[in-house]
Each structure stands twice: as C-alpha cells, then as structure tokens.
C-alpha cells in the first residue's frame, strides 16, 4: 500500500508540475519574441520532469520488491500465530492491541475497495466472532466455539470506519462494567447468544451484503442446535448492511432468511447522509479549478472509498452502481428495495438535543445521520411492521451501547 501511494504522489506532483507549467506557457504565449522560446523550454521540461517521475517510480518499485523478498525471506519457517481479537471491553481503549485495530478499521473504511481489489492483506474480508474468537463456519468448530449455544441468535453488524469492538463503546460508564455490551446483555436476560460481524467497511455496502448473507447461511447450516430465531442488530451502515444481506439472502432462496424475527437499524442513513452529499459536492467543485491547490485536495478527496459513496443515498444493491461512474452521478438513482417479509422492522434515530422536536436536532441528527433519514427508507411498495424511535440527548456512536437503546431492544425480543 506504502509503494503504491508513492506513485500515487509522483503522479500527482507530475500532474501539478504541467499544471503550473502549462499557466506560465499560456501568458507567455501571448508575447511573440517569447513565445516559441517558451514553447521550447516547456518541451524539455516536459521531458525531464517525466525521466525524473519515472526514474522515482523505478526506485520505488525495486525497493518494493528488495523488501517483498527480505520479508518472505524472514518468514520461512515460521508458524502463523493465531489470530488473537482486540477483548471486547471498553477498558482496552488505548492499549496497543486497539490502536491497531482501530487504525485498520480507518484505513479500511478510506481505501478497502482498494485494497480488496488488490488482495491486501490490510483489508478485513468479512467474519463473525463470539467471545474472543473468530468463529469457524464448520460444525465441529461451531461445536467448540459454541459450547453454550441457544436457538436464538443475534447478529450485530458495526458501521464505517470501525470493527466489532465499537459495541464495547462506553460500556463501563452505561453498564458499570467495561466487558458489558448489548450481547452479553441478550445473552443474559434473553438466552440469546451474540455474534458479531467484522468486515471491510470501505467495499460496496451490496458486496458486503451478499458476503453476510452467505456466512449466515453457512452459519445457520453448521450452527450446534436448530436455529428458531434470527435478531439482525445493525449501526449506522451495519444497517443498509443488514437490509441488504436480507435482500440477496431472499433473491437466493437461502433459509436464514425465513428466521428473522426482528431487525433494529440504528442511526442508519437509509436516505442518505448529508457529510457525504457535502464531501461529493466539494471533490467534484475542487477539480474543476486549474490549480493544483484545488484540484490535488479534489482529487485525494474523490479517492475515497466506495463504501462511502454509497452512503450519499443509502445504496443497497448493486443496480445502484454497477456499470455506473459514482463520481457522475448527481441525481438519486436509489432502487426500491422491499423489506423482507416476515421481519419487525426498528429503526432507531437520535438528536443530540434533548428535545428531538428541536430545530437543531432536526438540521443535525445525531451529528452524522439525520433523523428522518435514520427512520428507514421511502417505500411505496409492501406493507410491514414498523417502528421508528428517535432518541434525545444521544449521539451517533452512543447508539451503539446506550442502556435506553438497549432497553428498546431487551422490551421488543421479549415480546
């Protein structure tokens, strides 16, 4: 990733160098003793800015290879260790383990389509976790991971930019006790046992939606007793995450699908979020100036990844974008997706006024999701269960863990 940005850089620093060359030759162009100098001059700049970029990227790359090699070479021999999670407790905050994860959560949510694409081994793929451990999708591993498993199981997906440790935020000051969360919670006052998703937050929401939708499927096949309830728990893009795993997980037939009972969106952005919309407009008016001051921040903007850009409506499938320049498309070309049949659907808003009839609450939500784009998506097909919540005084990520979110949900699963 480091040797692939340094080209990234030299091409950009290539691009400013004619930009700023090519504003000088245009002034000079207009006075005639200068102008076939200029012209002249222009060219062999042209020529060794070029042999100089190339010869940067040619370094770049033996080095890259020098070290490829040097590391492959210190490997041999070694036994991968096991993968050992960040603890889910909030008293962890800080320590090395979670600056880790938290960074590659960040790097993850800016460029993971990058670096799925380019089979990185940055990028989070996608798994579920109890406990402290990753979950193999096998019965005798399920067997072992599980061994207190109940029939009803909850699934909780994170948002953007953060992994499944983000259900731990806050817990010591809501809870009194750093390792309590939403799951353990269930798990104790429901015999509902937890399971949480991890993934690269930086794809395609509807790629990430057709990835869970499998590993329930596989999950519900291996799992260590039958299955009788299914509990989808999302945050912020978990949420359209959710909606569209039950999309594809119907479109294919896949029996998961027929289990769920109940889904809880939190502080999703079902009909946008608004930073994105300003981060769109704002990429798109920098490059139109032909100034590298401009049209360089424009372009580092715009390379942001495509699980963001989904959020500029709330995408969910794959119609929305596939075969189409995300970056050219001003209108809204959100694709009705029904909800799935069967389903109580929640979803959950919040004001960080305490009054969420207030006008600033309104403007601003939670401070990322407004509330009438939290309270689901505009259907005008199909007719479901539905209950929308906004709650005062809370922000977005306290969605995650906020006792009185938690009390919505305890009070709905016991019904």
Known sequence: MVHDAVDHTADLVEEANASVAHTVLKYLSLIEPL?????????????????????????????????????????????????????LRSDVMKSAAWVGDAALAAVNAAVGDYLHARDNGLSLGMSLRA??????????????????????????????????????LNALEYHGDA???????????????????????????????????????????????????????????????????????REEGQGWTRLVRRAFCLGSPHQGAALEKIGHVAASVLQHFDAPGAWIPG????????????????????????????????????????????????????????????PMGRLIGDLLVRVGSASGPVLTRGTFPIETRPFGAVMHHQLQNHPDVYELIRSACTD
């Open 35 to 87: 102008a076939e100098p200029a012209r002249s001059v222009e060219a062999a700049r042209g020529a060794i800015t070029s042999g100089v970029i190339g010869a940067v990227k040619a370094v770049n790359r033996a080095v890259q290879v020098t070290t490829d090699a040097g590391l492959d070479l210190a490997a041999e021999g070694r036994a991968e260790p096991a993968e050992s999670p960040v603890p």
């Open 179 to 249: 390792g309590e969360n939403f799951g353990t919670r269930l798990a104790r006052d429901l015999a509902i046992t937890p399971v949480f998703v991890r993934y690269n937050s930086g794809r395609h929401v509807s790629e990430n939606g057709r990835a869970l939708a499998g590993l329930l499927d596989a999950l519900v096949a291996s799992y260590p007793v039958p299955v009788t309830e299914v509990v989808l728990i999302g945050h912020s893009m978990g949420g359209l995450v959710l909606r569209s795993a039950c999309h594809y997980g």
């Open 131 to 168: 406990g402290d451990r990753y979950l193999p999708l096998d019965p005798e591993g399920l067997r072992d991971a599980l061994p207190d498993a109940t029939g009803r199981v909850a699934v909780f997906v994170h948002g953007l930019g953060t992994t499944e440790w983000s259900w731990c």
């Open 299 to 358: 372009r580092i903007l715009d390379g942001r990844s495509a699980g963001i850009k989904d959020l500029r409506y709330g995408y969910t499938v794959d119609e929305e974008w596939l075969g189409l320049d995300p970056d050219a498309l001003l209108d809204d070309r959100t694709v009705e997706v029904p909800l799935l049949e069967g389903v109580a659907w929640h979803f959950v808003a919040a004001t960080v006024t305490k009054d969420v009839a207030h």
